[in-house]
């Protein structure tokens, strides 16, 4: 199966990463036989694959970096790089390549402790590869510190080093790094295309995967949580929930406490999945004494409260992104109501729950429905600015029924 396989509906995107990688097979070939350089090279040391959620901006970059490593035989007779088969591409996908390093934070942000341990890697040539691929997958989360680090990087890299980095838009990256990067705009695939690598890949059921891709307007992650977990779907309809009952003040309140109880009950089982397992992990390798009570060795302490302090970070980070979703799934509620208020052609993606959106859009008019939508905007804007929580929803509600 070739590497493009899961990268959906990005036709353009995929032919440049194809032609791209083929020129750079040519140059590694023609450096291991001393042969001088192809001329016009599609190939360069730095990309930025950019685009909305769900995209396939990080698939678009595994999938290009296996290219790179790409080692098939049949190269050698004009076939393609990336035939997905070989120990090249393989391991690449499978996250082990020795020289590919994939970065991706379930933190707030990145620093420049870890940008530089980045930095130093990208120095090394490559041991048993083609290229040294560092695949950045929350470019937008460095911070101004780890950007400027990774300037440098950027602007002199090692000759077999290539950088990719992804990001939501060109905005959300530092505008000296982005000036020195090959910008690719990825466009969210359409529901069918979604649905259709849903039931071809995961074995899910036509109508399910129809329902799921339609329901998350194109974004393939959530739509493969949603068509494969019982769960997700009965927060996704409890959530959906929310705008039939802010009808008062007391109910606005209640609303809103609960979806950020249910966003912190799932980043503490999160929690308890990871948090325990890394924590027992790092004392054994401290040489720790036997049982949660075993005494550390002296001089241990930082190191395992460095690791708490992850740990916290990434709890606030889930319940961050937990409540985002919720936030986009209000979002497309009252985007429904507004197409029919309207009469607009736009396909419904909540059809499950069209009696719900009818009487909404019977209740109310299109400015009001639109001022709705930007109080959820407004919410996941405050919750970006470290407003706390509560305060960021309840305001929301608040205005949902007041708009």
Not at 16 to 30: G, K, P
Not at 93 to 121: C, F, M, P, Q
Not at 177 to 193: D, E, F, G, K, N
Request: proline letters at 5%.
């Amino acid at each position: 199966m070739p590497v493009w396989e899961d990268l959906v509906g990005q036709d353009r995107v995929q032919a440049q990463l194809a032609a791209a990688a083929r020129d750079a097979d040519a140059l590694v070939t023609a450096a291991e036989q001393g042969a001088p350089p192809p001329p016009a090279s599609k190939m360069t040391h730095a990309w930025l694959f950019t685009g909305p959620p769900g995209s396939g901006r990080a698939t678009a970059a595994r999938a290009f970096a296996a290219a790179l490593q790409c080692v098939s035989p049949d190269r050698a007779l004009g076939g393609e790089p990336g035939c997905g088969f070989c120990d090249g591409c393989h391991t690449t996908l499978a996250g082990t390549h020795a020289d590919v390093e994939i970065v991706r934070t379930d933190l707030l942000s990145i620093g420049v402790k870890e940008t530089r341990d980045l930095v130093r890697r990208a120095q090394l040539s490559p041991a048993v590869g083609r290229w040294q691929v560092i695949v950045l997958e929350d470019a937008d989360r460095l911070t101004e510190g780890a950007g400027n680090v990774l300037l440098k990087a950027v602007e002199e890299p090692a000759p077999r080093t290539v950088w990719l980095l992804c990001a939501p838009s060109l905005e959300d990256v530092l505008p000296t790094i982005r000036s020195r990067c090959r910008h690719l705009t990825l466009t969210t695939p359409s529901v069918a295309a979604v649905a259709d690598v849903l039931v071809r890949r995961d074995g899910v059921e036509p109508a399910a995967a129809a329902a799921a891709a339609r329901a998350t307007q194109g974004h393939i992650d959530r739509a493969r949580r949603l068509a494969t977990d019982e769960a997700a779907r009965a927060r996704r309809a409890a959530v959906l929930k929310l705008p039939l009952r802010v009808d008062d003040v007391g109910g606005c309140l209640k609303a809103a406490q609960e979806l950020v109880d249910a966003a912190a009950e799932d980043a503490k089982q999160v929690a308890e999945e990871i948090d325990t397992k890394e924590t027992e992990e790092l004392r054994a390798a401290l040489g720790a004494g036997a049982g949660a009570g075993g005494r550390l060795p002296r001089g241990t302490a930082g190191v395992m409260k460095e690791l708490e302090d992850r740990q916290k970070r990434r709890r606030t980070r889930t319940q961050r992104d937990s409540l985002d979703l919720a936030l986009t799934d209000i979002t497309g509620f009252y985007r429904d109501v507004l197409a029919l208020q309207l009469g607009s052609a736009v396909a419904i993606a909540n059809e499950d729950i069209r009696p719900d959106l009818d009487r909404i859009a019977r209740a109310s008019r299109p400015e009001r429905t639109l001022r709705r939508i930007e109080a959820v905007i407004a919410c996941r804007q405050a919750l970006d600015r470290n407003v706390a929580p509560l305060l960021a929803v309840e305001a929301m509600t608040m205005a949902l029924r007041a708009g």
